[in-house]
């Protein structure tokens, strides 16, 4: 144990308590502006695609997010506005 500065905790990635996917984590984490590259293989959801957890989020939080399908369907690009 070890105390930290507010930059060294900043800098560590954190997830909410209880069962979280590791890309919902990741979009909590972002800051306003930054992207997210999500590719089919990373995504384990059957049925649903990336912008359900978007709107999940923003529902929940006060976060709001951008979600876009990739051309050639590879992936899709999420970026977090507020």
Not at 8 to 23: C, D, L, N, Q, Y
């Amino acid at each position: 144990m070890k105390l930290i500065t507010e930059e060294e905790a900043m800098a560590i990635s954190t997830k909410p308590v209880g069962r979280v996917t590791f890309i919902r984590s990741m979009m909590v984490n972002m800051k306003p502006g930054q992207y997210l590259r999500v590719e089919n293989h990373d995504w384990k959801w059957k049925k649903k695609t990336p912008s359900t957890m978007c709107r999940r989020l923003e529902k929940r939080s006060s976060l709001k997010f951008e979600c876009k399908r990739m051309l050639g369907n590879t992936g899709w690009l999420i970026k977090r506005i507020k």
